[in-house]
């Protein structure tokens, strides 16, 4: 976070007029859509970090406890480290941190900056990987999978990218976030509806993990046909509203985004499937 700030303190005091002269690249004319997207994008990037807040909150000796600090600790500094990139995207006119690091603050600034940045984020990308490892392991292809192997399925995606094609990334970051909009959007609907309406805030913790065909999770062969429906159509949704690849949008995108339709009509589908596939099952 210091390091953020400083970084911000340099763009505004070095760089303030070509900060405030600075037009985004790709902006429309309509500048109620270049709104919208902008909140888009933030309601994406935000979502990205779902999976991460469960599994700090899962590591946590106290999972109620742990809720409020990694909620204030993500909601507080990330919306203020993102406008810290965006100013440095709309002044030096490259979306790799690296770089306008360099511009702004020279080589050994940059290279230090670089150091307690990946330092500051070294957490976090332990959490990931071992979430994602541990997801890994429920498939029944893979449970039997040394944890060493695991690790490296979890770890090449990133180091892939990383070394071959990090300047494609970056260029396509808009995009990224907007896909990562298309599946997270729906799954949070849907987690929330499960959780808050339809188990009324309940959770088996032996039925996570039994195996049982009758048990609180069992579904059909381990997958639930509600949620499966729910997220396809909550997919569907973003993508009738806003195309993750062009950013074209339709209908009501302006004034509602792409992400918030898709997570409530996932939401709303996953409880009528259930209720339904309920009735069914009696």
């Not at 569907?236 to 995108?253: I, R």
Request: net charge positive; glycine share 10%.
């Amino acid at each position: 976070m210091l390091i953020g700030l400083w970084m911000l303190y340099i763009l505004v005091s070095h760089h303030w007029a070509d900060l405030a002269a600075a037009r985004p690249t790709l902006a429309t004319p309509d500048r109620l859509w270049n709104y919208t997207t902008g909140i888009e994008l933030g309601i994406s990037s935000t979502l990205s970090w779902w999976p991460y807040v469960g599994a700090m909150i899962r590591m946590a000796p106290n999972a109620r406890t742990a809720v409020l600090p990694v909620m204030l600790g993500m909601g507080a500094p990330v919306p203020l480290l993102s406008f810290i990139g965006l100013a440095g995207v709309l002044v030096l006119k490259t979306s790799d941190p690296a770089e306008w690091l360099r511009t702004v603050g020279g080589t050994t600034y940059a290279i230090i900056a670089l150091i307690f940045v990946g330092a500051a984020n070294f957490g976090t990308a332990i959490t990931g990987i071992y979430s994602s490892a541990i997801g890994l392991r429920n498939f029944a292809a893979l449970e039997r999978t040394p944890w060493a192997l695991l690790l490296l399925l979890t770890i090449a995606p990133v180091v892939v990218i990383g070394t071959l094609i990090p300047e494609l990334f970056f260029a396509k970051f808009g995009t990224f976030l907007a896909f990562l909009g298309v599946g997270f959007a729906p799954l949070c609907g849907i987690q929330i509806a499960d959780y808050f309406l339809w188990r009324r805030r309940h959770v088996s913790l032996r039925g996570i993990y039994e195996r049982d065909p009758a048990g609180a999770y069992a579904y059909t062969g381990g997958v639930n046909p509600a949620a499966v429906i729910a997220l396809a159509l909550g997919c569907a949704v973003y993508m009738a509203l806003l195309n993750p690849l062009t950013f074209t949008s339709h209908g009501p995108y302006r004034f509602l985004t792409a992400s918030l339709p898709a997570a409530l009509s996932a939401a709303v589908v996953y409880l009528l499937a259930s209720r339904v596939g309920q009735r069914h099952a009696r």
